[in-house]
């Protein structure tokens, strides 16, 4: 068994999300956003280290990560946890961080998220993004609608992911994972091989290039569900991203593009609960109106707050609202929902 099983351990039984291993130091995990130390660990050497990170990758893992200084890859722990990696150099010599990804894949209503999200599963065509920071639990609510959607429709889903990361079993839909750098080149290798094979739902786990937006961008217009993730805490910085990604004599094509194919975006941030015993998901969540292809495509993003405060009834809300929501519930404190707002000034 490799030795930093026996650290996994302690991070389930804590109930942390990620295990940090850093050179000089001893083995850290994160519970509910805040990074606590093992106390009863050593230090970590580099004898430690370089051995208990090559055990896990495996020797030609090794030697890419020995040559270049990065890898990621995803490790099982036999049927208990499956954990995104992360190993780096730094400073002081090695590091590394482990995620886990949860066995069992969360339903929407498991996770507390708002009914609307579930009226995805409905949509035959177009964009759909869900946005955050790092660590706001965007692949556990994109795991959440594409279960739901496998246990519903019958469908033909492809992820394309880095690594992947929740693993579906096909039930009345088929699931096809892709990983980058093992089963295809690229994201925009994926999507161009993904485009071809007579895809409903193509799942791209980061957005990260001009090229890839504009494969997952002609992938929605030619008829295809494309859900993707960007670092962006809003709405209308999601949209605007996206625009700013391409030179000026393109950007009005892509508004076009965007206008006519964007479906709907949940911009998401985990909060920590008022007891600090757990973390809730605070969304904003922009859905398709008449308004919002003429919104897109004038370049107006700041119209987009109001557009969603007009159709709260629909299932829209801001994200200082929804903050706000959770504060008068008693589920989190003042001090967080300030911390996590994003107009501070109206906020307070």
């Known amino acids: 068994m490799p030795k930093v099983d026996a650290l996994f351990k302690t991070l389930m039984d804590r109930g942390g999300s990620d295990l940090h291993l850093e050179q000089g130091q ?25 051995g208990l990170l090559s055990e896990l990758s495996g020797k030609d893992s090794w030697a890419h990560f020995e040559k270049n200084g990065d890898l990621d890859f995803a490790y099982a722990w036999e049927t208990k946890a499956r954990f995104r990696a992360n190993y780096y150099r730094q400073f002081f010599g090695l590091g590394a961080v482990f995620r886990i990804i ?64 929740f693993i579906h079993k096909s039930k009345q839909s088929i699931i096809t994972h892709r990983e980058v750098g093992e089963d ?10 993904a485009i071809k094979s007579d895809v409903d739902i193509i799942l791209v786990g980061e957005m990260r290039d001009r090229e890839t937006i504009e494969l997952a961008l002609t992938a929605a217009e030619m008829g295809i569900l494309v859900f993707g993730t960007l670092h962006t805490n809003s709405a209308a910085k999601t949209v605007d991203r996206i625009v700013d ?8 094509r892509i508004r076009t593009v965007l206008a006519n194919t964007l479906r709907g975006i949940v911009a998401q941030q985990l909060v920590v609960s008022a007891d600090k015993s757990k973390r809730y998901a605070a969304q904003e969540i922009l859905l398709r109106t008449q308004a919002l292809g003429a919104i897109i495509q ?7 707050t109001s557009e969603i405060q007009l159709n709260r009834q629909n299932g829209m809300i801001l994200m200082d609202d929804c903050l706000s929501a959770l504060v ?9 929902a300030f911390l996590k707002a994003l107009d501070k000034s109206k906020f307070a």
């Open 26 to 50: 001893r083995p850290k995990i994160r519970v509910n956003g805040k990074l606590t130390e093992i106390a009863e660990e050593p230090l970590l050497t580099f004898e430690s280290m370089s």
């Open 102 to 165: 949860p066995s069992n894949i969360k339903s929407l209503d498991d996770l507390g998220m708002p009914a609307k999200l579930k009226d995805f599963a409905k949509i035959r065509a177009g964009l759909i993004l869900v946005t955050g920071p790092t660590g706001s639990g965007k692949s556990t609510t994109l795991a959440a609608i594409i279960d739901h959607i496998n246990a519903t429709q019958t469908k033909k889903i492809i992820t394309i992911e880095e690594p992947v990361e």
């Open 184 to 193: 295809t080149a690229s994201f925009a290798s994926g999507l161009k091989t």
């Open 245 to 252: 990604v391409f030179p000026l004599n393109q950007k009005n």
């Open 298 to 304: 004038s370049g107006e993003t700041v119209k987009l």
């Open 328 to 336: 008068q519930a008693g589920k989190i404190t003042k001090e967080e």
